[in-house]
C-alpha cells in the first residue's frame, strides 16, 4: 500500500511549489536523482514494520535529510536584443537632420537675413534722445515779447578726444568760464572711457564761440534753448513761466503749453558700454518743429505802466494788494495787472502765493459797483425811471438789520440818478424791493456773475453767486447793494464793459490769436456775446455813471480833463478769516468806470485789498483810476469827443 499524501499546505518557497495559484504538484524526483546535499537518494524498501511505525520512519528520515529551502528566483522580463546595425543607421539619420537644420538657419543669418540682423546689432548700440526745439513767444498786440526763448549752448567733454598736452590749459579754461571747481572740472575732462561729459549749461552763443576759438580738442557744444522774459512788464502773473525741462508750468505758458512747445526732434546716440552717450554717433530721425508764437490783446506800455501806478498805491496806503484791469467795451484786455507779483528769474525764491493771478483768483465784495446791475434791472424792466424820485432816509430797518448810507443826509428826495449819483444804499434797497429776488439774480447771472469769465486762465474762480431760493430775509437788500455776493476783477471789469458796448456782453478774452513760422496770424475764436439789456437801457445807465464823477458825486477825483468819464466807487467790507465775519476783516476799495462816457473806447477796474491809510472806493481807488486812464487814452491816441455831459436831475427840487 502506497504511503498516504502529506495534505499539509505546501510553502509555496519549497522546491517545487507551485509559481501560481492552481499550479499543479511537483514531480517525484527520479530514481537516481540527487538530493541538495549531492546524496544519492535511494528508495526505500518496505520492512516488516507496522506502517505506522515505517511512516514515522520515513518522516525523521525526511527531517534528518531535508535541507533550507532556496532563496526564490526574481522575477524579471527577458528582452531580446535588437539589430546594433539598425540603431547606427537611426542615430547617422538624426545627426544628418541637425546639421541640415544648423546649416540652414545659418544661412538664413548670414545669407538671406544679415542686414536685418547687423541692423538689429547696431540699434542694440543705438539710442533716440530729443533735440531741443524752439519754443513759441508770448507777445503782446504789436508783437513785443512778454516771454521768449534765447539760444543757447550746452559745452560738453569728450575724454577720449582731449590731447594730453592740452588737458591742463582746458581744465584752466573751464574753470575760470563756467565758474566749475577745479576738482570738478578735472573730474569730467579725466572721465574715462566716458565719451560726453557735460560741463555747462545755457552758454550763451558768443561765449561758446570765445572757447572754440581756442581750438582745445576734446569740446564741444550742443544747441539749446532758455526762456527768457523782459524785466519790468508787471505781467509775469498773467504769463507764468516754465520749468527745468521747458514745459509750461504756471499762468498762460502753463496753459498753452501744446501751443508754445511745438515739437521736439528726434535723434540716435550711440551709448557705450559705461551708458554714456556719444552724440556725434548715430542720425538725424525726425526734425524739431517750433513751437508758435502766441499774441495777446496786451499792450506792452499800458500793461507796465497799470501795474506801475497798482503797485505805488498798494504799497502808498499799505493795502494787502490789488488788481487793476483795462479793457475795451468789446472784451480786449489791454492790461491785466496784480501786485505783490515775483521775478520771473527768480521764481523759486517768491511766494507761492504770489504765483497766483489775483485778477481772476482773489474774490471780493464789489460792493456799491454792484449797484449798476440793481438799477439795469429796474429800468430795463420798466419798474422805475431815471427821473423817478423816491423818498430815501438814511437808515432803514429790513428784518432784524439795519442798513444806513455811507453818509447822514438825513432824509432825502432823490432820483434815480440821484440815488446812483450818491451811492445810496438805502434807496438801491428800495429799488430792489420792487425788483424783487428772482430777477435781480437772473440779471446778474445775465451780466456774468457766479460763473466763469471765458478767460480760461488757471486758478480762476468764479466767485459766489447763490440761488434767489435760498436767500433769506435780509439777502436781497444786501446783494442789491454790493454784499453777500462775490467776484474777481475781471467779472466786474465785464460788467462796465457790457454797458460800454450799449448793452451786449462780449466774453473777454486775452488771447488774440497765434502765429506760425511762416509769420502767418489765426486769431482765437471769439467769445460769445449775448445782449443783456437794451442800449437805451445801456445810455441811461452810462449818463447816471458820469454824474458820480460830477462835483455832487462820490469820484470827482475819477475826472479827467477834456473826456467825458463814467464810473462807479465801491466800498465793501473783507470777511474776517478768522472769526468768519466781517468785523476787524477790513475793507476792499474799488472803482470800476469808462470813458469817453458818450463813446466808450476803454474801460479800466481798480480792486485796492484791506487798504489802512484810506479805504473809500472814490478816496483810495479813483486816483489809481484816473492815472491809468489818462495814460491808456493817450496811449491808444483817443481823442475826447468835444461833447458837454447832459444836466441830470439828481434832486426832486433840481428844475
Do not use: C
Amino acid at each position: 500500500m502506497s504511503a498516504p499524501r502529506d495534505r499539509r499546505p505546501r510553502d509555496p518557497r519549497r522546491p517545487g511549489a507551485a509559481n501560481r495559484t492552481g499550479a499543479r504538484p511537483a514531480q517525484q524526483p527520479r530514481p537516481g536523482a540527487t538530493r541538495p546535499d549531492g546524496a544519492a537518494r535511494t528508495r526505500a524498501r518496505p520492512t516488516g514494520r507496522p506502517s505506522h511505525g515505517r511512516r514515522r520512519e520515513r518522516e525523521r528520515t525526511a527531517r534528518r535529510h531535508r535541507a533550507a529551502p532556496p532563496t526564490p528566483p526574481l522575477l524579471r522580463r527577458t528582452f531580446q536584443r535588437g539589430d546594433p546595425g539598425k540603431r547606427i543607421r537611426f542615430g547617422g539619420v538624426l545627426i544628418v537632420v541637425i546639421l541640415l537644420l544648423f546649416a540652414g538657419r545659418l544661412t538664413q543669418i548670414q545669407g538671406l537675413e544679415a542686414e536685418t540682423y547687423a541692423e538689429a546689432a547696431s540699434n542694440m548700440r543705438l539710442q533716440t534722445i530729443d533735440i531741443p526745439t524752439l519754443r513759441g513767444q508770448i507777445t503782446d498786440v504789436h508783437g513785443a515779447p512778454f516771454a521768449l526763448s534765447v539760444e543757447v549752448r550746452r559745452v560738453f567733454v569728450d575724454p577720449e578726444e582731449v590731447d594730453p598736452d592740452e588737458r591742463d590749459r582746458l581744465v584752466d579754461e573751464l574753470v575760470s568760464r563756467f565758474g566749475l571747481e577745479e576738482d570738478e572740472a578735472a573730474e569730467a575732462v579725466d572721465a574715462k572711457p566716458s565719451r560726453y561729459q557735460v560741463v555747462a549749461t545755457g552758454v550763451l552763443p558768443g561765449e561758446w564761440a570765445a572757447l572754440r576759438d581756442l581750438g582745445l580738442s576734446g569740446v564741444g557744444a550742443q544747441v539749446d534753448y532758455r526762456r527768457s522774459y523782459p524785466e519790468e512788464t508787471g505781467a509775469a502773473d498773467l504769463v507764468g513761466f516754465v520749468g527745468d525741462e521747458g514745459h509750461g508750468l504756471e499762468g498762460l505758458e502753463g496753459y498753452l503749453d501744446s501751443v508754445l512747445a511745438g515739437q521736439q526732434g528726434k535723434r540716435q546716440v550711440e551709448v557705450g558700454m559705461d551708458g554714456t552717450q556719444i552724440p556725434m554717433a548715430g542720425g538725424l530721425v525726425r526734425e524739431p518743429v517750433p513751437g508758435q508764437d502766441v499774441r495777446l490783446t496786451l499792450d506792452r506800455d499800458v500793461q507796465w505802466y497799470a501795474y506801475q501806478v497798482l503797485a505805488e498805491r498798494v504799497d502808498e496806503l499799505e493795502a494787502e494788494g490789488g488788481s487793476v484791469i483795462v479793457m475795451r467795451p468789446t472784451g480786449e484786455i489791454l492790461a491785466m495787472a496784480d501786485y505783490p507779483s515775483y521775478s520771473q528769474s527768480e521764481v523759486f525764491e517768491a511766494d507761492q502765493e504770489d504765483w497766483a493771478n489775483g485778477a481772476v483768483h482773489e474774490i471780493f465784495e464789489p460792493g456799491s459797483t454792484n449797484k449798476v446791475i440793481t438799477m439795469g434791472a429796474a429800468l430795463e424792466r420798466g419798474i422805475t425811471t431815471p427821473e423817478t424820485v423816491y423818498t430815501v432816509p438814511y437808515s432803514i430797518q429790513y428784518y432784524d438789520q439795519t442798513f444806513r448810507n455811507s453818509t447822514n443826509n438825513g432824509t432825502q428826495r432823490l432820483t434815480v440818478n440821484g440815488i446812483m449819483a450818491q451811492s445810496s444804499n438805502v434807496g438801491t434797497i428800495q429799488i430792489a424791493d420792487e425788483v424783487g429776488a428772482g430777477v435781480l439774480h437772473s440779471y446778474m447771472e445775465d451780466f456774468g456773475l457766479g460763473q466763469p469769465t471765458g478767460l480760461e486762465l488757471p486758478g480762476e474762480e468764479a466767485g459766489i453767486l447763490t440761488h434767489p431760493d435760498d436767500w433769506w430775509g435780509t439777502q436781497l437788500p444786501s446783494v442789491s447793494i454790493g454784499h453777500g455776493v462775490s467776484v474777481n476783477a475781471a467779472q466786474m471789469a465785464s460788467v462796465y464793459a457790457t454797458i460800454a458796448n450799449g448793452g451786449v456782453r462780449a466774453e473777454p478774452r486775452v488771447v488774440a490769436g497765434t502765429v506760425d513760422a511762416e509769420g502767418g496770424f489765426t486769431p482765437s475764436e471769439g467769445g460769445e456775446r449775448r445782449r443783456v439789456v437794451s442800449e437805451e437801457t445801456a445810455r441811461q445807465l452810462a449818463l447816471m455813471l458820469e454824474a458820480v464823477t460830477s462835483d455832487e458825486g462820490t469820484a470827482p477825483q475819477a475826472r479827467i480833463d477834456g473826456y467825458r468819464v463814467a464810473g462807479k466807487t465801491g466800498t465793501a467790507n473783507r470777511i474776517n478769516p478768522e472769526t468768519g465775519r466781517y468785523r476787524g476783516g477790513g475793507y476792499t476799495a474799488t472803482f470800476a468806470g469808462f470813458a469817453p462816457a458818450d463813446d466808450p473806447e476803454l474801460v479800466v477796474q481798480v480792486v485796492l485789498h484791506d487798504p489802512q491809510r484810506s479805504y473809500y472806493g472814490g478816496e483810495a481807488a479813483g486816483p489809481v483810476f484816473n492815472d491809468i486812464m489818462s495814460f491808456a487814452l493817450r496811449s491808444m491816441q483817443v481823442p475826447p469827443t468835444g461833447t458837454e455831459p447832459p444836466a441830470l436831475r439828481l434832486f426832486e427840487d433840481e428844475v
